[in-house]
C-alpha cells in the first residue's frame, strides 16, 4: 500500500503544476473550500508566478495522462470545480506525443499471437490520432479494406492505476471533512472516472458500446456508426470503419462542401436527444473531434471509450423535466424531483418550483446565443445547496454532454433554439411512453406477471429489495485508511501538516533548483 507520504508528495508536485497556470487561485477563493485543502494550496504554489487567467486545461495536459482523463471526468462536474472551470475544462485536448511505431507493431503482435502482416496488409506509421490512454493509425485489411486501428499505449495501465490510487485517497480524506465537501461526494466521482477508465483500458468494450449505439440509433437517417472488425479486435487493439468526411467544428469546410448547417445542427441535437430519452445509452464524448460529416451529410460519430446510460425510470423524470421546463410547468418539475428523491422530503416542493421558475423563465424563447449557460448553471447549483440535493453522477455526465452538444450545435447555427428543438421530440416521447395506451399496457403486463407469482415469493422479494429513489445504487467504494484513523486525530492532523510542509519545503527547494 502507498505510503500517505507518497500521496502528498504528488498531490503537491501536482498542486505546483496547477498553480504555474493559475488553476489553484479558484480553490483557495471558494468559500466551500475546507480550511485544510486551502493550505495545501497555498503550500503547492509557494514561489509559482500565476497568470491572471487561469487555464485549467493546459495544467491537466501538463501533469499527464491520468491529469487528462481526471480532467475530464470533472468537466461533469461544475457543482465541484466551478463554472468556470468546467468551461475550460470542455476544451481539454487528449493530445500526447506519440508511441514509437515499432512499439506499436509490437504490441498488435504481441496482442494477436500472430505476425501483423497476417493481420493487415500496411499500417500507416503516422498516427492520425495520439491520446493518453491509445492511439490511432490508418491502415488496410490483409483483404484490402480500409481501417483504423486503435492501440493502447503499452505500459500505460500501470501509471493510471498509480495516480489513481492517490486520487482516491485524496477524495476519502476530503470527503471526511464533511460539510459541502460530503454532499459533493468526491470519492464517487473518483469511483465513476475509476470505472470509465478501466472501460477505456479495455477496447473490447468500447467495441461493444459502438455495436450497442449502432443498433440503438438503426432507424435514425442521418446519423451512423462506423462498424466494427471484431476479427482484428480484442483487449488492446480495436479495428473499425475508416470515415471519410469533415470535421464538424470545420465549419468553413462544411459551408464549401454545401451542408446545410442549421439541418446539422438539429439533427445533431435529436440524435442526442434520441440516443439519451428512447435508448438510455449515449455517446458521452460528443466533442468537435469525434464527429464527422460525410459527403451525403450524415454524422459518424467516433471514440466510444465514455458512455451513459440512464435507466428507463430515470429516463422518464428526464423527459418530463426537460418537457416541464420548455413548457414553463416547474410545479411538475419539482414534484419529480421529490418522486425522485432528488431532494430530501422536509423540505417543500412549492418552494423548490418558485426556485426553479427564477433559472428557468430567463431561458424560455431565446435563441441559444442570447443564453448565458455560465448563469444558469449558476442557478441550478445555488438550487442543489439551498435544498440539500446530493449530487447525481449519472445526470452530470449527461448534463455535460448536453454543453458539448449545445456548443457544437450553436457552432453550426447560432440562431438555433434547443427548447425548441427538444420539445416536440420529447413531447412525443412522453405521449408514447407515459401516455393512456403506455399506461394500460404496463399495468396488465404487470398484474399478469404478478398473479403468476407466488405470494411468499413477492413477499421475499419485496423484503430484499425496498423500493429505491431515482439515482441509480452508487458502487461499493474501496476503504481508503484516513491518516488520522491511525494515531488519533489530534497527533494524525499534526503528521498530516508536517509531511505536507515537508513536502512543500522540497518541492520549493527543486524549483529553486530548476527541477520543476
Not at 495545501?40 to 491520468?66: H, K, M, N, S
Not at 496488409?121 to 483504423?148: F, L, M, N, Y
Not at 460519430?301 to 421546463?325: H, K, N, V
Not at 410545479?331 to 426553479?356: C, G, K, M, N, W
Request: proline letters at 7%; one cysteine or more.
Amino acid at each position: 500500500m502507498t505510503r500517505p507520504a507518497t500521496h502528498i508528495w504528488r498531490l503537491l508536485k501536482w498542486g505546483r503544476s496547477l498553480a504555474r497556470h493559475g488553476a489553484l487561485r479558484g480553490i483557495e477563493g471558494d468559500l466551500n473550500t475546507p480550511l485544510q485543502v486551502k493550505r495545501l494550496a497555498r503550500i503547492a504554489r509557494l514561489g509559482t508566478v500565476q497568470p491572471r487567467e487561469p487555464d485549467y486545461a493546459t495544467a491537466f495536459q501538463d501533469i499527464g495522462p491520468a491529469a487528462i482523463k481526471l480532467g475530464q471526468s470533472l468537466a461533469t462536474r461544475p457543482d465541484l470545480v466551478g463554472e468556470e472551470a468546467t468551461h475550460n475544462l470542455l476544451t481539454l485536448q487528449d493530445n500526447l506525443p506519440p508511441v514509437p511505431f515499432p512499439e506499436i507493431e509490437a504490441e498488435i503482435a504481441r496482442s494477436f499471437d500472430a505476425p501483423i502482416q497476417s493481420l493487415f496488409a500496411r499500417i500507416d506509421p503516422v498516427p492520425v490520432g495520439s491520446a493518453s490512454i491509445a492511439q490511432v493509425h490508418r491502415a488496410t485489411t490483409a483483404e484490402g479494406r480500409p481501417v483504423a486501428v486503435k492501440v493502447v499505449r503499452p505500459g500505460i495501465r500501470d501509471k493510471l492505476a498509480r495516480d489513481i490510487e492517490t486520487y482516491e485517497w485524496a477524495a476519502a480524506h476530503l470527503e471526511a471533512l464533511g460539510g459541502e465537501a460530503s454532499r459533493l461526494r468526491p470519492r464517487l466521482t473518483i469511483a465513476n472516472f475509476k470505472r470509465w477508465t478501466n472501460r477505456e483500458l479495455d477496447l473490447r468494450r468500447e467495441a461493444a458500446s459502438a455495436s450497442e449505439l449502432a443498433e440503438a440509433m438503426r432507424g435514425f437517417d442521418g446519423y451512423c456508426v462506423p462498424s466494427i472488425d471484431w476479427d482484428r479486435t480484442n483487449g488492446r487493439v480495436m479495428t473499425l470503419e475508416w470515415i471519410d468526411g469533415i470535421k464538424i467544428s470545420d465549419r468553413d469546410a462544411l459551408v464549401a462542401a454545401g451542408h446545410d448547417l442549421p439541418e446539422l445542427a438539429r439533427r445533431l441535437v435529436l440524435a442526442f436527444l434520441t440516443q439519451a430519452i428512447s435508448a438510455g445509452f449515449f455517446h458521452a464524448d460528443m466533442h468537435q473531434g469525434n464527429l464527422f460529416v460525410r459527403a451525403d451529410g450524415t454524422i459518424v460519430a467516433i471514440d466510444f471509450g465514455i458512455m451513459g446510460r440512464i435507466d428507463r425510470q430515470a429516463r422518464q423524470w428526464l423527459a418530463e423535466i426537460l418537457y416541464g421546463l420548455t413548457t414553463g410547468n416547474y410545479r411538475r418539475v419539482a414534484e419529480i424531483h421529490f418522486e425522485a428523491q432528488y431532494v430530501p422530503p422536509y423540505h417543500s416542493v412549492d418552494e423548490f418550483a418558485t426556485a426553479l421558475r427564477a433559472v428557468g423563465e430567463p431561458m424560455r424563447g431565446k435563441p441559444v446565443s442570447e443564453l448565458s449557460v455560465g448563469q444558469m448553471l449558476d442557478g441550478l447549483f445555488a438550487i442543489t445547496r439551498d435544498f440539500d440535493m446530493q449530487t447525481q453522477p449519472h445526470l452530470l455526465l449527461l448534463q455535460k454532454t448536453m454543453v458539448m452538444v449545445e456548443g457544437l450545435a450553436t457552432s453550426l447555427d447560432p440562431e438555433i433554439n434547443m427548447w425548441d428543438v427538444s420539445a416536440p421530440f420529447v413531447r412525443e416521447w412522453i405521449r408514447d411512453e407515459l401516455g393512456p395506451e403506455a399506461a394500460i399496457a404496463d399495468r396488465l403486463k404487470t398484474d399478469v406477471q404478478t398473479l403468476l407469482r407466488l405470494p411468499d415469493l413477492i413477499r421475499r422479494i419485496e423484503d430484499s429489495f425496498p423500493a429505491k429513489g431515482g439515482a441509480p445504487e452508487p458502487p461499493p467504494l474501496p476503504h481508503v485508511p484516513l491518516m488520522w484513523e491511525r494515531r488519533g486525530a489530534e497527533r494524525g492532523w499534526f503528521g498530516y501538516f508536517a509531511a505536507a510542509l515537508g513536502g512543500g519545503a522540497i518541492v520549493a527547494a527543486a524549483a529553486v533548483a530548476g527541477l520543476f
